[in-house]
């Protein structure tokens, strides 16, 4: 669904809401009070030289060329997409790994996207590539006008550096493309009216032969409306040779299918699993216990069987990975020949290799070496096709992060960048602390604050949280909130609350539909216990949050005041009974539930910030943030959440939007930098 058709569907979820009109992206009315709105809070908090002086220190991070240019292997290239203040958007580019080793390495530029834009005349936002195996001379590139999740698909030759005059091109749609071959992809995109779900993903899935029409493409498969989406995927691991078809029926369901001959086969697992094919091996992740082969295995379990026996019928799993009520499984990466678990132990990681046996026998375990304490190691590249190579992130709250490469069977790994200090953190101490919510789940929470810290109460302390999606808060380095709230004496805390992923899907669901007040009595419960060991007092402490988490501070807002001094609510879902009728919303439903089902409606309209304000109520002050070409939250939901408290009479409200950056803090680093200084500055001043 299209933003400016939001205000005319679902009308009769609405009929009573005063403030539909700002509904209507980019509506002349809605933009001439967005326009207003902007002008106010930026002569708050966005007109002094402090504000200069903290976006200007956040924006020496961002475009900093001490930073880590992290990459991925594609062959014999390293490739790297790099913003900085001489590109803003950014540039694609390659190196090969003798030259990544030196300090200055020398780069080959493939896109410059801001020559492109002055070429072109266009703002575009560069979203990603998607490369021709083996030889990954062709790539199909995506380009968005705005920042928002709509893209145009680009066909671009490498050797040459340029786009495929004649090549495939799409235009700008939520679309998912994927090569077969040199000349077949996959696209799901829009094809014309009704191709699209609900969710304003691709309905439809299709086979686009190179030189025909899009209108001529062979549909592979066709879903329903209320589908959230639907893809297909080309295996091209030599001797493996695979095409799948998933539908997804929700966020956390889906229906898989192998593609043989043109005919699908449905892979007999559980709709709430997920699962990977590697070579010879199939992966299957649990979200809820599954019996299967005469065994029950948990939620949260990571299972693995020979995929053409699976195919055949048999059912012999092998655990790789089972939870306990400390530990989760994060991710998984493979290299050729091993599987790297990253598991979560309270929140903090840890990572395991596993060799698959040669013939029979039982899979190999070996730990890798452990990462620093309240810090978090992750798998950030591989080359499974090719050799056992993995790229390591290691870094925590104080610990800038560093970039590490190893060869498994061939030694450790060695640091091959290492990030900087923005900030001195030899005056912080980063702790862990754990607190039971209101039906006596214990809750962990991560606190950064100065050595010399009293517990008196004083401190200007700001609580940030997500709690959603199946989606951990670990640790990791922030140059930015360094020098914008620790320096200036703040305390920094991440709450991770139910409805993340931190401790499996069994913390996730924990929180869904009817339960998702837990996620917010969690973060709560966290707020009560910073006041009662004396790290701060209610106006002192702020909290922050956005998308989900911007759900989450509009439910702190209304049904927590009293225990914040301010809160900044960025991107956010607020109006929960319109919500499934803007932008992506419906893809949601899982997770939230349908406010169009009354009985459904009964418990959302209890965490529906938008529609439990209440004039008589006294609510901290709070700063919404949103993007106009947010096309997956979208706009509304802040415009109108703004307009009606203020149409309430209820003092200390602003609002702020950016016209860029799609579902995120900006388009380039200096609308980042402003963005982010901006609610910073909001924070310090209104927790004095």
Request: proline letters at 6%; a negative charge; aromatic letters at 12%.
């Amino acid at each position: 669904m299209t933003p400016t058709h939001a205000a005319t569907t679902g009308a009769q979820a609405a009929t009573d809401d005063p403030y539909l009109w700002l509904e209507a992206t980019h509506g002349e009315r809605a933009m001439d009070w967005v326009k207003q709105q902007n002008a106010i809070t930026e002569k708050a908090f966005a007109s002094s030289a402090g504000f200069d002086r903290t976006r200007d220190r956040i924006l020496e991070v961002l475009d900093s060329d001490a930073r880590i240019p992290y990459v991925s292997r594609m062959g014999d290239w390293l490739y790297n997409f790099w913003q900085d203040k001489a590109h803003p958007r950014g540039v694609w580019r390659r190196t090969t790994l003798a030259e990544y080793r030196k300090a200055d390495p020398k780069w080959e530029v493939l896109l410059d996207v801001d020559a492109l834009n002055k070429a072109e005349g266009k703002r575009w936002v560069f979203k990603g590539s998607d490369c021709l195996k083996p030889a990954y001379d062709r790539c199909l590139l995506s380009l968005s006008p705005d920042g928002g999740d709509a893209v145009e698909v680009r066909e671009f030759d490498i050797p040459s550096k340029s786009f495929v005059k004649g090549g495939f091109r799409l235009p700008v749609a939520k679309t998912q493309a994927g090569w077969i071959d040199q000349d077949h992809l996959y696209v799901g995109t829009d094809f014309g009216p009704g191709s699209m779900t609900r969710s304003s993903y691709p309905r439809i899935v299709k086979e686009w032969t190179r030189g025909t029409p899009l209108s001529a493409a062979a549909t592979v498969y066709e879903g329903k409306p209320d589908d959230m989406t639907v893809s297909a995927y080309h295996d091209r691991t030599p001797g493996f040779e695979r095409d799948f078809v998933t539908v997804v029926k929700d966020f956390f369901h889906t229906e898989n299918f192998v593609r043989r001959d043109g005919k699908l086969v449905k892979l007999d697992i559980p709709s709430d699993a997920g699962f990977d094919a590697h070579r010879q091996w199939l992966l299957v992740q649990t979200r809820s216990p599954w019996t299967v082969g005469g065994k029950t295995w948990p939620s949260g379990a990571l299972l693995a069987t020979k995929f053409d026996d699976f195919m055949a019928g048999k059912r012999d799993f092998t655990a790789l990975f089972t939870p306990d009520a400390h530990t989760a499984l994060s991710s998984y990466a493979w290299t050729q020949h091993h599987l790297i678990l990253d598991v979560l132990d309270d929140v903090k990681s840890r990572l395991i290799v596993l060799t698959p046996p040669a013939a029979a026998g039982a899979w190999q375990r070996e730990a890798m070496p452990g990462a620093p304490a309240m810090s978090t190691v992750a798998v950030v590249d591989t080359d499974p096709d090719h050799s056992d190579e993995y790229w390591l992130t290691v870094t925590g709250f104080l610990t800038p992060p560093s970039l590490e490469r190893g060869v498994l069977g061939q030694g450790g790994a060695e640091t091959l960048k290492q990030e900087p200090a923005f900030f001195d953190a030899s005056k912080f101490n980063v702790s862990q602390h754990f607190v039971t919510s209101k039906d006596g789940t214990r809750v962990p929470y991560f606190e950064i604050a100065p050595k010399d810290l009293k517990p008196d109460g004083s401190n200007r302390t700001l609580l940030y949280g997500y709690g959603g999606f199946e989606i951990s808060l670990q640790p990791h380095y922030s140059g930015s909130i360094g020098r914008a709230w620790l320096e200036r004496g703040g305390v920094y805390v991440i709450a991770n609350i139910r409805g993340g992923g931190e401790y499996g899907p069994a913390w996730h669901q924990a929180a869904l539909k009817a339960n998702r007040p837990k996620a917010y009595q969690d973060f709560a419960a966290v707020a009560e216990d910073l006041v009662k060991r004396g790290v701060t007092s209610a106006k002192h402490l702020g909290a922050e949050g956005g998308s989900n988490g911007g759900l989450l501070m509009g439910n702190m807002l209304t049904q927590y005041p009293q225990l914040f001094g301010a809160i900044a609510c960025e991107v956010p879902l607020l109006d929960m009974k319109r919500y499934i009728h803007l932008d992506a919303g419906a893809s949601w439903i899982a997770e939230y539930g349908n406010p169009d089902d009354p009985k459904q409606w009964a418990f959302i309209k209890t965490f529906s910030p938008y529609q439990n304000l209440h004039k008589e109520t006294r609510y901290p002050p709070v700063l919404f943030y949103t993007t106009t070409s947010d096309d997956r939250v979208g706009p509304a939901q802040a415009r109108k959440m703004a307009a009606k408290m203020e149409g309430m009479g209820i003092p200390n409200v602003w609002f702020y939007e950016n016209l860029e950056g799609g579902h995120g803090a900006g388009a380039d680093n200096r609308q980042s930098a402003h963005m982010h200084a901006m609610v910073y500055d909001f924070l310090w001043d209104k927790l004095k």
